[in-house]
């Protein structure tokens, strides 16, 4: 006789349609038939019925500050150009809406066409006329918000180490324009995803300026924040300037130290708070890791949950990247070593397959623990270790790292700024990679670094705990280390367990393979986004 365990429990749609049959009111059903035959119902139905009867399309926007490939200044965009794809790769129906970085999205060479529509849109006392265009990525939409005044300059956010003045103008005339742009799609909108605090202000704003809008008005509101670091502060003078609603500010709102906070905006409003790990999401709570929304975060934490982020696992792929020397993959790494000589040889480095080669792709900043970097590099080089770091941010950090790499230039090679092709490169090349972070909300390079088979040393926090399994915690799944206190002693006690079991090649062949079989895959991820949608679409009114 069947019963309810022998339906297959990794069917995508076995949840839905328990809830679903359960909801016809399951203890008439049980009244009415045996157990065996309920059971086969179930089976039956899962086993006949396509995926677009079992669940509907969502319509789902991103609205996102940067995407990738079109403008990349971090993480985020990394997020809102890959995990739409994956979304779209399920069966839903995704669009990105992004300002029209005019020079930034010409240099990334996709192509770009004006839609022949635009929004007009006051703000600050000028009515702005808004063209919007369209760009597609293999599939994906985006939609692009043309003002070339604020959108059409050489940084995204501002000058090097610095912001614009106006960048509340900036993002709230964006998300006003998104939001209109959005109602326009032709469908209803069940899910507007917002990212950081550049569309903090959109959740307040839907419910409070735009349910007039009838495409929108029942659309749920997801909120993403990928740094808690960064808040969009700004002079509350603002408010009236741009028509933000004025009676939510207050410290239970958007209000914070007399001035505007948009990421406080997102948090009040949003129907879904999620951050880019479940570490980070914890630690979030807490003075260490608040930055001063610890405790309004812990009156809205029912909301709140972490889901780690992906990687596009075709584009970083080893076994196909055509920016590194030589292809290779989990059980084939000769190609790895051939990647090692050819980044040592570019570098200017000694050439030694056995010499411990440490790699580093970072931003140059206080979150990312490179002091602590810094104040172990002479040891390391001492030891006979070769170093490569790539990054730029901190002007005394790169000083120092140019000192360092100049005294040293047979072990150590620095390179300031970003250049993916080295970066690939970098990865590919690597022995151990190095992640030192403070805080990491969740963090890509490591995803990158074991995707290319190099052994991360990281700190135990946010998504670099979630992603890197550690060698003190299983021997045989380990995929890296880890070590906890933000000092430079510890930091240099984990570097040196990671070169002991270097040393050791059947262990290091091990952690090495386990590195490279990790599935960063968007799948996952995107499969919990969706059951996030659809809980916020079945259960908020």
């Not at 949003?270 to 709570?285: G, N, R």
Request: glycine share 8%.
């Amino acid at each position: 006789m069947p019963c309810m365990d022998e339906l297959d429990p990794a069917h995508p749609y076995l949840s839905f349609y328990l809830s679903f049959l359960c909801a016809l009111c399951a203890e008439k059903l049980l009244n009415s038939y045996p157990l065996s035959t309920f059971s086969d119902m179930v089976k039956n139905v899962l086993a006949s019925s396509p995926q677009g009867e079992i669940m509907a399309k969502l319509n789902i926007v991103f609205i996102a500050s940067e995407a990738s490939p079109l403008a990349k200044t971090g993480g985020l965009a990394d997020v809102a150009g890959s995990l739409p794809h994956a979304l779209q790769q399920i069966g839903h129906k995704v669009t990105v809406i992004m300002p029209f970085y005019r020079q930034h999205i010409a240099a990334s060479g996709i192509e770009t066409e004006a839609l022949g529509s635009s929004i007009e849109m006051w703000a600050d006392g000028v009515q702005r006329h808004c063209p919007l265009h369209k760009a597609e990525v293999d599939g994906l939409s985006f939609i692009l918000i043309e003002q070339d005044d604020l959108y059409n300059r050489d940084g995204l956010y501002g000058p090097a180490g610095g912001a614009y003045d106006d960048n509340l103008l900036r993002y709230l005339l964006f998300s006003r324009v998104a939001l209109e742009a959005s109602a326009q799609l032709g469908a209803p909108v069940d899910i507007l995803h917002c990212h950081d605090w550049q569309t903090g202000m959109i959740p307040l704003l839907l419910k409070t300026q735009y349910q007039h809008h009838p495409a929108i008005a029942n659309a749920k509101t997801v909120y993403t924040i990928h740094n808690l670091a960064y808040q969009g502060n700004f002079p509350d003078q603002w408010i009236h300037r741009l028509g933000i609603p004025s009676h939510h500010y207050h410290p239970a709102d958007f209000e914070f130290h007399g001035q505007i906070n948009c990421m406080k905006a997102g948090i009040a409003s949003a129907q879904a708070i999620t951050t880019v790990s479940p570490s980070y999401a914890e630690e979030i709570l807490t003075s260490e890791y608040g930055c001063e929304l610890e405790g309004f975060l812990q009156i809205h934490s029912t909301k709140l949950s972490g889901i780690v982020n992906g990687l596009d696992i075709e584009d970083w792929n080893p076994t196909t990247d055509s920016a590194i020397e030589a292809s290779f993959g989990a059980g084939k790494v000769t190609g790895k070593k051939q990647c090692k000589k050819a980044l040592q040889q570019a570098c200017g480095l000694n050439v030694s397959a056995d010499t411990p080669l440490l790699v580093l792709i970072s931003r140059l900043a206080d979150q990312k623990g490179i002091d602590l970097l810094i104040a172990n590099t002479n040891r390391w080089i001492e030891r006979g270790y070769q170093l490569v770091v790539l990054g730029s941010g901190d002007p005394h950090s790169e000083h120092l790292l140019h000192t360092q790499a100049d005294a040293n230039p047979s072990q150590m090679y620095f390179y300031r700024g970003f250049n993916e092709t080295l970066a690939r490169q970098i990865y590919a090349a690597g022995d151990i990679f190095l992640m030192p972070s403070r805080f990491e909300p969740c963090g890509l390079g490591q995803l990158m670094a074991m995707r290319y088979g190099t052994v991360p040393v990281v700190r135990a926090t946010g998504g670099l705990k979630d992603t890197v399994i550690d060698y003190a915690d299983s021997k045989t799944k380990a995929t890296g280390i880890h070590f906890k206190d933000a000092t430079p002693e510890a930091f240099d006690a984990a570097l040196e367990q990671a070169i002991e079991l270097y040393r050791n090649p059947t262990v290091w062949s091990r952690m090495r393979s386990n590195a490279l079989k990790r599935d960063s895959s968007w799948e996952a991820s995107a499969g919990d986004y969706v059951t996030l949608y659809q809980h916020l679409l079945a259960t908020t009114a």
